[in-house]
């Protein structure tokens, strides 16, 4: 079951980081560049933390060729995105959940200890998006806006104790996405966000 | 000691990575990110660079709620922080300093070369702040202000010659801090600066 | 051969790095260190992906110095470059064949898979000018304009078929940097470029 979610995930963020390149009036190759990177990188920069070498994808090159005709269709489709606006966050929060717990598993396997574990999925979960929005030079949003990043912790929270209190994982994971799914839509739908912290630049720290 | 001036340090640099987010108008999750990616970004880039797994924070989970709760913190007392002007200057001073002599270590007990061992020490030293500025949207600040990274480069040149001379570790670590301190604060308070390189775009590298 | 094409190459790289911190006023130490990173920062994050310890210009502490004193050298001779644009444009465009085959070479040697191998080719040839661009807070140029990071994506290729059908290594060397010069100096020539991909924000996806 995660290994689908999980392929519509990367196909997901890979839309997401062609429309950011298609902002930046990037080329072909610069589309499917960050398409790539949007959809793979988060997972690669855990690996490269964890020192858990192979990088995943490295061993899964269907997984290149998914993002990249992902990324590469988008821009064929784009015009017509719109219409599938709500289909497209659905599939983004559903991503953002995958991603957080299959991070979770991978420092779990590599016994490494709880705080760890969940910055690994939060690692997985939010910094291909954060890529994605340094190579398009803007600040990353999933620091910004709605409810996205604590999303992620929130899921990792939740995915850690049930499995900590010995709950069966199929279960674990139906709550999980259950939960992750419903406090990601109504973050979008009623604008919940977290506090913002908004300074004005003194001068002794310019 | 080098540990206590450590931590030191990592609250500093969670502290003034904070306030770098708060320019951007971040939510708490993004102030507590850059918080945590300013203070052990640096040290993190070393050991992924150095192939120093795993790498040092994951093995001590108290960095990471140390460094968030500076991060929060902040967002409290940020109004009041101006009052605490020099005494934040010297912490940051300091931060630097014992950042590039841990990242020497590190890479001398890995045995790499001179220029690697100091690349190391510099690596430790500044990274962190080059990645809050990536975060946050702007030009890396320290290739750009007052001597900062080179006093991390001279501190790195003068630790290991009086290494190599044999001098006692605790006198050598003595040198080391003043002698960076005394650099970096004269900097500050005489704006002492390199040359800077200004170059107006050309036609045939635009 | 291929050993001495590199090391003008990273040279090359190097001074493209210098500039780019010129335009954003670095001081001495940002020109030296983007100039190290535009240069090595290719093959860094390629050895970083695949596991490949120690880092390649860690055992070469002449690269460090090449390249640091390369972008010094920028500072003094910058006012003059221009007259040596053609020259520079024919430096860069073998920096970036001789990196995207010592790249697909380094894969290659440790078992990846082809896709893979095409992916540590272009990331050895283009990810040190997206660090530079990223470092001096500007979209990727790579990505943007002329045909560049297709010309590592085309070279890989041919330089694996011309492998794959066992040619003499020294042919398949000579025709992938035949074609390669060819079509990227094409390229500028005629402002051969990719499709642009604009996408204009909707509300969706702010």
């Given amino acids: 079951m995660l ?19 298609g902002r930046r009036n990037m080329d072909m190759f610069g589309v499917a560049f960050i398409a790539f990177i949007t959809a793979l990188g988060g997972g690669t920069v855990r690996d490269m933390l964890l020192g858990n070498y192979p ?9 290149i060729y998914l993002t990249i005709s992902a ?3 988008t821009m064929l489709i784009a015009r017509f995105m719109h219409r599938l606006h709500s289909l497209f966050l659905i599939l983004d929060a559903m991503g953002l959940i995958a991603f957080t717990v299959i991070g979770c598993n991978v420092a779990l396997r590599l016994d490494y200890e709880t705080p760890v574990v969940i910055m690994a999925g939060i690692t997985t979960g939010i910094f291909g998006g ?3 929005d340094l190579l398009c030079n803007r600040t990353p949003m999933v620091l910004r806006k709605e409810l996205y990043a604590s999303v ?14 010995g709950v069966n994982h ?12 419903a406090l990601r839509l109504s973050a979008i739908r009623w604008s919940l966000s977290l ?12």
């Fill in 3 to 21: 290994l689908y979610v999980y392929l519509i995930a990367i196909t997901a963020e890979a839309m997401s980081g062609a429309l950011a390149a």
């Fill in 55 to 63: 990088v995943t994808w490295t061993q899964h090159p269907m997984y």
């Fill in 71 to 73: 990324g590469l269709l």
């Fill in 130 to 132: 954060i890529l994605r």
């Fill in 152 to 165: 992620s912790l929130l899921v990792a929270l939740l995915y850690l104790s049930l499995l900590e209190l």
């Fill in 170 to 181: 199929d279960v674990t994971l139906l709550a999980s996405f259950s939960f992750g799914l």
């Fill in 195 to 206: 506090p913002v912290f908004s300074y004005e630049p003194g001068r002794w720290n310019d």
